[in-house]
């Protein structure tokens, strides 16, 4: 195949596929010098929006071209202008798939422990393989769970077992499903392609920003659990790790697990233990360390939810253009390094979105944010956190970071008057250190509701301090972020686990058998890179 990159298309041009096609194939024609019968495929590869100039806001696309036969194509390639050399690649059609079912499967079910991301990925690697995994979920399937969900936020009855944190598809279900990373690996093709076959939008294939969004992706990883069900798998729903077994040379020989309609512990043997148990499982933490097994503090980072109105970020990021509905609702991704060597950025960015209660335990307040397909809120939101490395942790124990997390949870809960709301403020108050006594033009989203108060009194100085110099320096590159009126809600404690469970290059802890994956293990930062940890954690069971 060829690939053609670079290709400049207007907002018209390129609004939708079938436009996108019609420029690939007149721009293919043009630099390949080929006739239309010479092209048997042509296909969208990458969309992204250029809106460095604000007086021309524009696509930028590629495309694969495959043309009637490798003599051709060799020819083509070999004839491109030298104006266009740097556009044109020859590619090979090589992407990567899923292992074929292997003669010598083991006997014993491999188990895999938590169907978030990585663990759903790493089931279905090994249902593909002809394994047929076990898949333990602590928390509902999908639907049951936005049930969990809708009592929580309207009767303030939070499910332990079942919420934003725990259920099928992880937290990543309920926070739009966001699929960029900043990472490059051949599985990342084979990742969205099943996430398409699973019913996700065909755009997520081309668009460099794709996401799914907290609407369709209940339906999208039912599919995959199905799919890994049809595969000769199990998953199981409400059902809990709750011990593991060590025999006299370090391997794991099985688990104890708890079903919410038994009391009893079930054992389960197996040789094979995934833990993708996600990073909101502290109980799995405090299991691990009673077990001894490596455990390390890791830097991560805290902070708020800061919500703006999206057509404040559609006017800075695209000017006179923030109305073209080709566009849709603008993002941002913003970082700082401040002088005193502290830094800040901003993470899980939900255009068009909605601040979400995202408590896992009762007595606390977490939040975080999604956004659904269309991206048609009225606010936009994204986590403002400050990073923190183990030696800001008060406490410095392993799970010193989990505690710190734990302070400022019961915190936020205490300051919300103790009903899940959450503590607020806008930003010109916060930088003004007065509480905030009523809202502006931004009407924070958050449900069950938000108590305005004065930040400094909920948060530690070692993050506030940092907030009150970066929204300055980040207003200077996205005008209006520091706008009064924007609304700070706190806190956002979970962007990603303060925890690595310490594994070899084999992918194993030092618990032979024991395989540490995903973000709660400390080794994915997102759905993409916990898909890919999920796979090649699989993968290395397969190659045992």
Same mark, same amino acid.
């Given at each position: 195949?060829?690939?053609?990159?670079?290709?400049?298309?207007?907002?018209?041009?390129?609004?939708?596929?079938?436009?996108?096609?019609?420029?690939?194939?007149?721009?293919?024609?043009?630099?390949?010098?080929?006739?239309? /019968?010479?092209?048997?495929?042509?296909?969208?590869?990458?969309?992204?929006?250029?809106?460095?100039?604000?007086?021309?806001?524009?696509?930028?696309?590629?495309?694969?071209?495959?043309?009637?036969?490798?003599?051709?194509?060799?020819?083509?390639?070999?004839?491109?202008?030298?104006?266009?050399?740097?556009?044109?690649?020859?590619?090979?059609?090589?992407?990567?798939?899923?292992?074929?079912?292997?003669?010598?499967?083991?006997?014993?079910?491999?188990?895999?422990?938590?169907?978030?991301?990585?663990?759903?990925?790493?089931?279905?690697?090994?249902?593909?393989?002809?394994?047929?995994?076990?898949?333990?979920?602590?928390?509902?399937?999908?639907?049951?769970?936005?049930?969990?969900?809708?009592?929580?936020?309207?009767?303030?009855?939070?499910?332990?077992?079942?919420?934003?944190?725990?259920?099928?598809?992880?937290?990543?279900?309920?926070?739009?499903?966001?699929?960029?990373?900043? *990472?490059?690996?051949?599985?990342?093709?084979?990742?969205?392609?099943?996430?398409?076959?699973?019913?996700?939008?065909?755009?997520?294939?081309?668009?460099?920003?794709?996401?799914?969004? /907290?609407?369709?992706?209940?339906?999208?990883?039912?599919?995959?659990?199905?799919?890994?069900?049809?595969?000769?798998?199990?998953?199981?729903?409400?059902?809990?790790?709750?011990?593991?077994?060590?025999?006299?040379?370090?391997?794991?020989?099985?688990?104890? !697990?708890?079903? /919410?309609?038994?009391?009893?512990?079930?054992?389960?043997?197996?040789?094979?233990?995934?833990?993708?148990?996600?990073?909101?499982?502290?109980?799995?933490?405090?299991?691990?360390?009673?077990?001894?097994?490596?455990?390390?503090?890791?830097?991560?980072?805290?902070?708020?939810?800061?919500?703006?109105?999206?057509?404040?970020?559609?006017?800075?990021?695209?000017?006179?253009?923030?109305?073209?509905?080709?566009?849709?609702?603008?993002?941002?991704?913003?970082?700082?390094?401040?002088?005193?060597? *502290?830094?800040?950025?901003?993470?899980?960015?939900?255009?068009?979105?909605? !601040?979400?209660?995202?408590?896992?335990?009762?007595?606390?307040? !977490?939040?975080?944010?999604?956004?659904?397909?269309?991206?048609?809120?009225?606010?936009?939101?994204?986590?403002?956190?400050?990073?923190?490395? %183990?030696?800001?942790?008060?406490?410095?124990?392993?799970?010193?970071?989990?505690?710190?997390?734990?302070?400022?949870?019961?915190?936020?809960?205490?300051?919300?008057?103790? *009903?899940?709301?959450?503590?607020?403020?806008?930003?010109?108050?916060?930088?003004?250190?007065?509480? /905030?006594?009523?809202?502006?033009?931004?009407?924070?989203?958050?449900?069950?509701?938000?108590?305005?108060?004065?930040?400094?009194?909920?948060? %530690?100085?070692?993050?506030?301090?940092?907030?009150?110099?970066?929204?300055?320096?980040?207003?200077?590159?996205?005008?209006?972020?520091?706008?009064?009126?924007?609304?700070?809600?706190? %806190?956002?404690?979970?962007?990603?686990?303060?925890?690595?469970?310490?594994?070899?290059?084999?992918?194993?802890?030092?618990?032979?058998?024991?395989?540490?994956?995903?973000?709660?293990?400390?080794?994915?930062?997102?759905?993409?890179?916990?898909?890919?940890?999920?796979?090649?954690?699989?993968?290395?069971?397969?190659?045992?």
């Amino acid at each position: 195949m060829i690939e053609i990159t670079q290709v400049n298309a207007s907002l018209d041009e390129a609004r939708d596929e079938n436009a996108c096609l019609i420029v690939g194939k007149r721009v293919a024609k043009r630099i390949l010098r080929c006739k239309d /019968s010479e092209i048997k495929s042509i296909e969208l590869h990458r969309k992204s929006i250029d809106a460095r100039k604000k007086r021309d806001v524009h696509f930028i696309l590629s495309f694969r071209v495959e043309l009637t036969s490798p003599h051709l194509e060799r020819e083509a390639v070999d004839g491109v202008s030298k104006r266009d050399r740097s556009r044109v690649h020859a590619i090979e059609d090589d992407e990567p798939s899923f292992p074929s079912p292997v003669s010598d499967a083991p006997q014993e079910r491999p188990v895999v422990v938590g169907a978030g991301c990585a663990g759903l990925f790493a089931a279905l690697t090994l249902a593909k393989a002809g394994l047929k995994p076990l898949l333990i979920e602590r928390g509902d399937p999908a639907f049951r769970r936005s049930h969990a969900i809708d009592l929580f936020l309207k009767e303030r009855i939070l499910d332990p077992e079942s919420n934003i944190q725990f259920g099928l598809g992880g937290a990543g279900t309920f926070s739009d499903g966001k699929l960029n990373t900043g *990472t490059k690996n051949p599985a990342h093709r084979l990742i969205l392609e099943t996430f398409v076959e699973a019913g996700a939008p065909r755009d997520i294939l081309w668009d460099a920003k794709p996401h799914i969004g /907290s609407d369709i992706l209940p339906t999208v990883v039912t599919a995959i659990s199905q799919r890994i069900e049809q595969l000769g798998g199990i998953v199981r729903y409400r059902t809990k790790l709750v011990d593991i077994h060590i025999d006299a040379s370090g391997a794991i020989t099985g688990i104890d !697990v708890q079903s /919410s309609q038994d009391a009893a512990y079930e054992p389960i043997e197996t040789k094979h233990l995934i833990l993708a148990c996600g990073h909101s499982a502290r109980d799995i933490f405090e299991l691990l360390k009673d077990h001894n097994v490596a455990l390390a503090q890791k830097t991560f980072a805290m902070g708020v939810r800061i919500e703006h109105l999206q057509k404040t970020i559609n006017e800075a990021q695209y000017g006179a253009f923030a109305d073209n509905p080709a566009l849709g609702a603008a993002d941002y991704k913003l970082n700082v390094k401040l002088p005193d060597g *502290t830094s800040a950025y901003t993470f899980c960015m939900c255009p068009g979105g909605y !601040v979400v209660a995202a408590a896992s335990e009762e007595g606390g307040v !977490v939040t975080n944010g999604m956004s659904n397909c269309a991206r048609d809120g009225e606010n936009a939101n994204a986590a403002l956190l400050v990073t923190l490395t %183990p030696e800001d942790f008060p406490d410095k124990s392993t799970l010193g970071g989990v505690l710190y997390q734990q302070q400022l949870e019961r915190a936020a809960f205490e300051a919300g008057g103790r *009903t899940y709301h959450a503590p607020a403020q806008l930003v010109g108050d916060f930088l003004a250190h007065r509480p /905030s006594a009523a809202l502006g033009s931004v009407h924070p989203t958050y449900r069950p509701g938000v108590t305005l108060c004065e930040l400094h009194d909920v948060l %530690p100085a070692r993050i506030t301090s940092v907030l009150e110099q970066a929204l300055p320096a980040l207003d200077k590159r996205l005008h209006g972020f520091a706008g009064p009126d924007a609304v700070m809600t706190a %806190p956002e404690t979970r962007s990603s686990s303060p925890v690595r469970i310490v594994r070899g290059e084999n992918r194993q802890s030092e618990i032979a058998g024991l395989y540490p994956c995903g973000e709660g293990a400390g080794y994915a930062g997102g759905i993409m890179s916990a898909a890919v940890d999920g796979i090649l954690t699989a993968e290395a069971i397969l190659n045992v």
